[in-house]
């Protein structure tokens, strides 16, 4: 089974730039999370998707930060412009429910931003 | 609001040295209960998950973790770590109607070869 793919893995820009970053999820998934993780601490949520609905995007800073899942499947992220504070690594993750029972919350590599 | 902590934030053991680190969170419903592992430069991966059933669940790498209810806890263990699981362990939970994770902010652990 194929995982979580994003990309692109690593991303440097200057402030005031812009960046989009993409995501596919495990094929089935209906929830799809964007979470941010900055060095050093846990993944933050930023936006959380169930099929092409939002249900969670309150740490989601709107002013800058925007996310879609048209169709119910992939998922941009972008951030426009960025701040020095946005370098971070974005975790793109889906959860589907196990043919035994509960949802578990599988993880992408990651998209690595570096502002300058 | 819901929360999980992870009161070791960094933890230096030897080689054969046996693993304990804790996990508390603060939800009364019913809860899934999850520990991921982070190698250095690597993604996220999942070692252990507890649904129901028996608490003490086993993962992959030699790694348990235990589901005490009454103390809103689920700490993971290793008797004999090695240098291999040097990484930064998250706890996390799923709660609520939303399919919502939460996640503790992580346990950095180097094992000294």
């Known amino acids: ?116 | 609001a819901q929360s999980v902590s992870q009161h070791n934030h960094h933890v230096i053991l030897s080689e054969a040295a046996s693993l304990e680190l804790g996990c508390n969170y603060s939800y009364g419903g019913t809860v899934n209960l999850f520990w991921y592992v982070q190698y250095p430069g690597q993604h996220l991966q999942l070692l252990l998950k507890y649904f129901s059933g028996d608490p003490l669940v086993k993962g992959i790498k030699g790694f348990e973790a235990e589901f005490i209810k009454s103390k809103f806890s689920f700490n993971l263990r290793k008797p004999s770590v090695q240098w291999s699981d040097t990484a930064e362990y998250f706890c996390a939970v799923n709660a609520g109607n939303f399919n919502k994770f939460y996640f503790g902010s992580g346990t950095k652990l180097n094992v000294k070869p």
Do not use: M
């Not at chain 1, 933050?44 to 169930?50: A, D, E, R, S, T």
């Not at chain 1, 169709?71 to 951030?79: A, C, E, Q, R, Y």
């Open chain 1, 1 to 116: 089974e194929a995982g979580v793919a994003q990309s692109p893995r690593y991303k440097i820009i200057e402030k005031r730039q812009s960046v989009a970053f993409w995501c596919n999820p495990i094929s089935g998934h209906a929830t799809l999370y964007w979470y941010q993780q900055i060095l050093g601490q846990g993944p933050k949520l930023l936006i959380q998707f169930q099929n092409n609905g939002v249900v969670d995007d309150s740490q989601l800073p709107k002013d800058r930060f925007s996310a879609e899942r048209l169709k119910g499947v992939d998922s941009t992220l972008k951030i426009q412009p960025a701040k020095l504070e946005d370098s971070a690594v974005y975790l793109c993750a889906s959860s589907g429910r196990d043919r035994l029972s509960g949802n578990t919350i599988y993880f992408g590599e990651g998209s690595w931003l570096t502002v300058v």
